[in-house]
């Protein structure tokens, strides 16, 4: 997600351009977090809940799940940097005329 | 949407909002695609690795919820005009 | 969306309770926009992923999805306007004693 | 919840944010509701004006979910005064 | 959902750490309600919408479900106050190093 | 993420910044814990008390989510180090 990172800017005071770019990043970090737990919840967990543990396919399936996340958000990341954010579909909605 | 009521103090501080809302609209549309490309093309769980048939599955869904969102987002965009009537004089 | 817009103020400082009444008004169109793209995409795109084009039978389920939704949106807006917003079923859960 | 702990200016300030977070919450509402009913009775795509059944069922989508959030409201609100416990004295 | 509840602070001017706390619990309340809202919709209500009235056995399957899904909040509560908030599951996100 | 770049008014800033966004992290994966589970244990509302049955299933869900959200967490950490890059001498 280095691509929200903007540059550095040496100097005393809160910088709040920088604080927001530092804020939308965690954000975003605790977004895919959140989408992990529960995708790889989905594609693992078996809803029979026969007992409290994680059974050893579970425990393999959520390992793998998380790598494959995170590769699969690479590989868009990198789509999406190569496009140029131009074309952002966002725009629909942001249609405001001021 | 008419803003031409505000005050300019009012529509610089409305640019300010809507700029910072379209940041997190873009963030939370890329996140939303990762999910849904990810859920839709990723059954497989017998290796971490993504195979060369999950990763083309990946690149299309990525494609399409592109060209999906834009097309919605054009469509949004007119219809949403029109709902706001003709323009005043 | 128009029965969340209040009247018009003028003066020169920043009147904040037209502020928060656009604010709520941009969410709201953001909100409606994201629902539109989950529930149209649910609608109209395989899940096949051959290929990364929206194909033609795909492009036109779009836009009449979209036409559909806004007619949707519009219906129940009229009935709840109809209806007065009094009968809140949000009020269950904002029961909070000052 | 019980806010008799607080002095005047705490309760104020929490009026304040209380009536913000309902005004969201009966928009949330809302788009929630439009989002379940559109999902439920649109399915045919072969024309963008809705249909009459369409319709139909849309007005009686909305008329129960508002029906049943007030209801759930209801047994929400009887539980939650329960689970305080009895007044203070 | 006590547990958020934090000492009395008494004094003149506003104590933020308790605002704060206070608010938390009012979003935590309202996100329980939207919660039952939509799992208790899915549970008990027809999605054949031939009339718009709850028929006799939807109304009493809501007050069930609502019932029900208390008591499954309040099991889960006590279980997290036993098992204590230290073993936080969103610490893996959190790994923000300052 | 690295803030070393930041100065210490900004680093506390965002120390309370995340403090404040784990504290709702922690509230919103409690509630999404209680509907899950919720909604895998309970389907029969013949009787609006707990079976013995529904709440072994909900205790072994909880249980569950909360090792499953566990152990994601230490991948995710780990996984979200490595795509950080070698750290700085």
């Known amino acids: 997600m280095s691509f929200l990172r903007g540059g550095s800017t040496p100097g005393g005071g809160v910088n709040h351009e920088r604080m927001e770019m530092a804020i939308n990043e965690i954000e975003m970090i605790t ?9 790889c919840h989905s ?3 078996s809803t029979r809940y026969a007992e ?9 399936c959520i390992d793998r799940c998380v790598a494959k996340f995170f590769e699969v958000n690479k590989k868009v990341g990198e789509k999406m940097q190569n496009a140029g954010a ?4 966002a725009t629909g909605a942001s249609s405001f005329s001021l | ?45 017998t ?16 494609d399409k919820f592109l060209k999906h969102s834009e097309r919605v987002g054009q469509r949004f965009a007119e219809l949403n005009a029109e709902s706001m009537g003709p323009a005043k004089p």
């Open chain 1, 31 to 39: 977004d895919v977090f959140n989408r992990i737990v529960g995708s």
């Open chain 1, 43 to 45: 594609k693992c967990i």
């Open chain 1, 52 to 60: 409290g543990d994680l059974n050893k396919g579970e425990s393999v």
């Open chain 1, 86 to 89: 131009n074309a952002s579909p």
């Open chain 2, 1 to 45: 949407m008419d803003f031409s009521q505000f005050n300019s103090a009012e529509q610089a501080h409305m640019t300010k909002v809507i700029e910072k809302k379209q940041m997190q609209d873009f963030l939370r549309m890329y996140s939303n695609l990762v999910e849904r490309c990810f859920n839709s093309c990723c059954n497989d769980f």
């Open chain 2, 47 to 62: 290796s971490k690795a993504l195979s060369s048939k999950e990763e083309q599955c990946v690149m299309n869904c990525a």
